[in-house]
């Protein structure tokens, strides 16, 4: 059993990471929008490659913690909450 202090850290942590992949992968689409199709790919790969590893090294940092189930809802929930936000954001800004 995970210590329930380990636990909020790991849920917090993964909410922030699905934000932020949110984010960063908006930037990334920005970036591949007018690239060639196979080079999309390569750099859509690699980067889904390197965030994995970075949510796997925090993870470890926040105290070897086992990869839950609850990990991955965290996660999606963060990435959720962004485009969220950013759908709030944009109707005001048509009132």
């Not at 970036?31 to 080079?39: C, D, H, T």
């Not at 796997?56 to 963060?78: A, N, Q, R």
């Amino acid at each position: 059993m995970i210590d329930l202090n380990i636990q909020i850290k790991l849920i917090i942590f993964s909410l922030i990471f699905g934000f932020m992949f949110s984010i960063l992968l908006d930037i990334l689409y920005i970036f591949l929008s007018n690239k060639n199709k196979f080079i999309s790919i390569i750099i859509s790969f690699i980067f889904i490659c390197l965030m994995t590893i970075i949510y796997f090294i925090g993870i470890k940092k926040i105290g070897y913690v086992i990869f839950h189930i609850y990990s991955i809802f965290c996660i999606i929930l963060g990435f959720i909450s962004y485009d969220l936000i950013l759908k709030m954001i944009a109707n005001k800004g048509k009132k």
